[in-house]
């Protein structure tokens, strides 16, 4: 970030594997954050990834053992909950730059930004069910308030996944850009920022996020997520058998148990 610019960019850089959500990385956001928060030229912050993907959400080799894994799983859940809830909090607008795929926890990532901008070329979807699993990290709770619960339905049931015209359609991002455009798109919205009060703009934000997560079932929906996700995760040999068969690169056999 230029020392005169007033957007911060965080970019996930794991690009030849689409820049999966570890919890290594959701702790180093956790930490990237803070820390941009609590700097006053700092107007606005963005998320994106590299390559052809903004995240294709956790990383499906790791899920194997770490699915059995009774402490570490449901903290990693924790962790990725606790990421949206301070991206909330801050004070600094956080914008979603979606340049590529956005599927699963990469999803969720977008659905816990303020607003989201999206290259032409990207697709965004849960795409959790095709194999056995099941959203944990937010999608289940934030994706019916952000396109009415039958949409949210058909997307988490079917699995597909959304052109980015669609998804601006169904109010999943705010505009769509050429993708040689996303990062000047970005870089405007946060001139155009820091030309209002911060302080102002922080109670509006403040505000209108203490109505969506304090006013409605929000948080207990996200504990019921993430509760039921971690016991489906570590109990069920159909998400066992999803990430195999995924890492396999074949159809998943599912039954039922």
Same mark, same amino acid.
């Given at each position: 970030?230029?020392?005169?610019? *007033? ?9 030849? *594997? ?18 941009? +928060? ?10 994106? @990834? ?6 294709? @959400? ?9 699915? @059995? %894994? ?17 991206? @909330? ?10 340049? =590529?795929?956005?599927?699963?926890? =990469?999803? &969720? ?10 290259? &032409? ?14 959203? =944990? ?16 339905? *058909?997307?988490?049931?079917?699995? #597909? ?19 040689? +455009? ?42 019921? *997520?993430? &509760?039921?996700?971690? #016991? ?5 040999? %159909?998400?066992? &058998? ?16």
């Amino acid at each position: 970030m230029p020392a005169d610019a *007033e957007l911060a960019v965080l970019t996930l850089n794991r690009a030849d *594997e689409l820049n999966p959500l570890d919890h290594d990385t959701i702790r180093a956001l956790r930490a990237a954050l803070a820390v941009l +928060d609590a700097e006053p030229q700092v107007r606005a912050i963005a998320i994106t @990834g590299a390559g052809r993907a903004f995240s294709a @959400g956790g990383d499906m080799k790791k899920y194997l053992s770490m699915q @059995g %894994d009774t402490v570490g799983f449901p903290a990693f859940l924790s962790d990725l909950h606790t990421l949206l809830t301070e991206i @909330g909090a801050a004070a600094t607008p956080v914008i979603a730059l979606v340049n =590529g795929v956005a599927v699963a926890g =990469g999803l &969720e990532l977008l659905l816990g930004c303020d607003f989201a901008v999206a290259a &032409e070329s990207a697709r965004i979807g849960d795409a959790h069910l095709p194999y056995g699993q099941m959203g =944990g990290g937010g999608s289940l709770t934030l994706l019916p308030r952000a396109v009415g619960p039958a949409r949210a339905r *058909e997307l988490v049931f079917s699995g #597909r996944l959304l052109a980015a015209a669609e998804a601006r359609d169904w109010g999943l991002v705010s505009q769509v850009v050429p993708d040689d +455009d996303l990062q000047a798109a970005g870089a405007e919205i946060a001139r155009g920022i820091a030309t209002r009060s911060p302080l102002a703009l922080a109670h509006a934000k403040r505000t209108l996020n203490a109505a969506y997560w304090d006013g409605t079932a929000v948080t207990a929906g996200l504990r019921l *997520e993430r &509760e039921t996700a971690s #016991r489906y995760f570590m109990t069920s040999a %159909d998400a066992h &058998e999803g990430i195999v068969a995924f890492t396999e690169k074949r159809s998943p056999k599912f039954t039922g148990r």
